[in-house]
């Protein structure tokens, strides 16, 4: 047999140094620490859900794993200088829903495309906003709400945590859904919301329900709902929209981790299965739903396809409810 011929030989050569090196970066990673990003200030539902992930990775494989919060420009801020970053495995963000889904509606231009831009990894949870009454409000279920709301068009008002957040869009489904009319009241998050319903300014607000929920064990509010499609962990016997006379009705907000796209397949499978370990292990499970995030761990693919899928429905709402992008 004649032997190859030198072309081919330098072929068969740099297939092989290729192999034996993309093993080699799977066997060495992670050797050195590992960045994970949050887009929010610290001590909030992003920071909750990432920290216990940061500390099973870094006891897991022996490499300090510390979180970078990176706030500002409607979560963007952190979200770009992610996309910016090497994809070796070495930085990494825990999303919450605007920063891949909700801001492609709202915003003409953006830095980044969350599609293109970034390699999904897993779908860590869901929490469902919280449809909260004060006490003062005669409607106590959800088509109470719509037969008094029918009856006052404009009279009523539901503050959110903010334009643009998935409590703002669950408030204006409602109105679309409902044939109802309820003037939004932004704040700068669920404190300053908690503040006004608990008071008595605000007769409604949609908000997130780990701060709500001793308020409504406590009598001060009225939780009429939750704008998930399945009734929460945490919360099980408050009913869901869905189930209140709109059938389909669901809008949760969702935290995901990403990594820079394109990145190298063996670092890659390393990282998400030992995410998806993490995840999905009694202790996380438990500490989440404290928190009334009911998790989930899912395949990359999975993400995938729910953040496209999230993208189309909010777009849809956007359209329904007038809301026209920045």
Known sequence: MSAAPKWLCRIMVAMAAGGIAGLGAAQGYPAKPIRFVITYPTGGGSDYT?????????????????????????????????????????????????EVSMNVVLFKKMA????????????????????????SLPAK??????????????????????????????????????????????YKGAAPALIDIVGGHVPLALTAPT??????????????????????GAMPEVPTVAESGAPGFNIVQWYAIWMPAKPQKDVFEKLQGELVRIIQSPDYRQRQ????????????????SHQKTEIEKYRKIATAAGITPE
């Open 50 to 98: 990432v920290r216990p992930i940061a500390q099973k990775l870094s006891e897991h494989w022996g490499q300090p794993v510390f979180v970078d919060s990176r706030p500002g420009g409607s979560a963007m801020i952190g979200t770009d200088f992610v996309v910016k970053s090497s994809p070796d495995g070495y930085t990494l963000m825990l999303s919450a829903s605007s």
């Open 141 to 186: 279920t959800i088509r109470e709400l719509v037969a008094l709301a029918r009856s006052k068009p404009g009279a009523l008002s539901y503050g959110s945590i903010g334009t643009g957040t998935p409590q703002h869009f669950a408030g204006e489904l409602m109105k679309t859904t409902f044939g109802i009319d309820m003037v939004h009241v932004p």
């Open 289 to 304: 739903l404290d928190v009334a995030t009911d998790v989930v761990g899912s395949s990359a693919e999975f993400l995938a």
């Open 211 to 232: 701060t709500a929920i001793p308020h409504v064990k406590a009598g001060r509010l009225r939780a009429l709902a939750v704008t998930s499609e399945k009734r929460s």
């Open 112 to 135: 980044y495309d969350p599609v293109r831009d970034l390699q999904p990894l897993t779908l860590v949870g869901t929490t469902p906003p919280l449809l909260l009454a004060h006490p």
